[in-house]
């Protein structure tokens, strides 16, 4: 897309276009959506914290396609996981015909000299404290290459961004529609970072395990701004908003007069805390994400989430439901600790104890991790091609099994969990006082039923 100058453009500014790619599909084609639940706010944010008098555009390729074509002074591009193969290919695109190129973003932090092929300049950590002045250097024909963010201690005083603006907001469907009204979850940022030490985790590896929440009413004043739009759902895209205890209670009380519902990724630790739970359901909560990654408590310790319990999993996860909350399954499988039986056992379980929803990992070696490096070093990595780190690969060797054993496993669980039957054995009766969502959940299995029956192997599709 071209990007117009705005009135009174000296050429001093600069038309910048921000772009979120998608990734390849197995076969080359660029993955596509029409409609998505809910929308990151990199972009918008990045348009925020940019200084007055530059024109900036932005494109999340999951929904719209990029202009090869545009006209535009820089492109930024932020990525992760299998995105990044279509990040650097658009990279170099732009590059080639003389345009100037900044890439950002987690992968990016963690791998600053092979992404610096790719782009004129890489933000290095968060952007805020480097992008206006990256901007500036541009504009004066400087460029320091690495633009390293220097750590932040606090998260006070955030940008706000437009919420019109989201990427994959699609604002005239929401303002006509319930259904669309009752399916978009509006982001909503808490809290960055995330304390534990799970080695496989590029979220705690580019934070270096430091944790920082947002203030309380700074949180609640962007609820407003989303409630005052008509929206009455949420997601937070913190990697983990349950932390600090105590702040996510302070937040959850103030939410309680909201009368929002929300979502979030966090982790088990919700279910070991009355107080924060009976808070959490009080103030809306009604689904949660919860990396379980393993039945397997070797497994969970080969990658140091010992503080799992696979032997409390039941206990907890009974707590979660008893309060009306669904619950989103996150499950790692082909583990060090993991052998041919664990798919079956691991596929009763999930049934047994009702899980909603399911979503299933191969193991991920992310560059910079230390879990990269520990499998680097033994060998295991079974393929380079970033273009396939789509969590459902066979990118790590097992110990226990043939790579095909673990495909075949994994397979085996998705298409076992999304079965009819097994999809009206986990989700009747609903928990208490959760008949919508129940509705809305059993909806969604049973298109991703018709999903696998179509698009066989399409895993890292599946959300």
Not at 10 to 39: E, Q, V
Not at 92 to 102: C, F, P, T
Not at 211 to 228: G, L, Q, S, W
Not at 434 to 443: P, Q, R, W
Request: charge should be negative; hydrophobic fraction near 40%; glycine fraction near 8%.
């Amino acid at each position: 897309m071209d990007i117009p100058p705005r009135p009174g453009y000296t050429g001093s500014d600069m038309r910048i276009l921000l772009i979120s790619p998608t990734h390849y599909d197995a076969d080359g084609a660029l993955h596509k959506t029409t409609r998505y639940w809910t929308s990151g706010v990199t972009l918008p944010y990045l348009e925020a914290i940019t200084p007055p008098g530059h024109d900036v555009a932005m494109v999340d390729e999951l929904f719209y396609d990029v202009d090869l074509d545009a006209e535009a002074d820089l492109v930024g591009i932020t990525a992760m996981g299998p995105q990044i193969k279509r990040a650097y290919d658009l990279a170099d695109h732009y590059r080639s015909r003389g345009i100037r190129v900044v890439l950002g973003g987690t992968w990016v932090t963690l791998t600053v000299e092979e992404s610096l092929k790719h782009a004129d300049a890489v933000v290095a950590g968060e952007a805020e404290d480097v992008w206006p002045e990256l901007l500036a250097d541009f504009c004066e024909g400087r460029n320091r290459g690495v633009y390293r963010a220097p750590r932040r201690d606090s998260l006070e005083g955030l940008a706000k961004i437009d919420y019109t603006h989201l990427p994959l907001l699609k604002y005239d469907a929401f303002r006509s529609s319930w259904l669309y009204r009752m399916y978009f979850h509006w982001p909503i940022v808490f809290s960055r970072g995330c304390p534990h030490p799970c080695e496989y985790c590029a979220v705690q590896t580019y934070y270096e395990r430091s944790y920082r929440t947002r203030p309380v009413d700074e949180v609640i004043d962007d609820m407003r701004t989303i409630k005052a739009l008509g929206g009455d759902r949420v997601l937070f895209l913190d990697d983990n908003p349950i932390a600090r205890p105590d702040a996510a209670k302070e937040l959850f009380e103030a939410m309680i007069p909201l009368k929002l519902k929300w979502a979030a990724q966090l982790t088990i630790n919700l279910a070991r805390d009355p107080e924060l739970l009976d808070l959490a359901a009080r103030s809306g909560c009604v689904s949660v994400s919860i990396g379980l990654e393993s039945i397997n408590q070797d497994s969970l310790e080969s990658i140091r989430k010992g503080f799992n319990r696979a032997d409390r999993f039941a206990e907890d996860l009974a707590a979660i439901r008893n309060k009306g909350i669904q619950v989103i399954g996150l499950l790692m499988v082909g583990l060090d600790g993991d052998t041919v039986d664990t798919f079956g056992r691991s596929l009763q379980f999930l049934l047994d104890n009702k899980v909603t929803f399911l979503k299933l990992f191969t193991p991920c070696p992310y560059p910079g991790t230390k879990y990269y490096e520990d499998m680097l070093a033994a060998g295991r990595i079974e393929t380079g091609d970033w273009g396939r780190y789509d969590y459902g690969s066979a990118l790590v060797r097992p110990t226990h099994m043939s790579a095909d054993d673990m495909m075949d496993g994994f397979k085996h669980v998705y298409e076992g969990f999304y079965s009819v039957p097994a999809i009206l054995k986990r989700l009747f009766p609903p928990p208490p006082g959760n008949f919508v969502e129940t509705m809305a959940y059993l909806v969604a299995n049973l298109k991703v039923n018709r999903y696998l029956k179509s698009n066989e192997n399409a895993w890292a599709t599946i959300s």
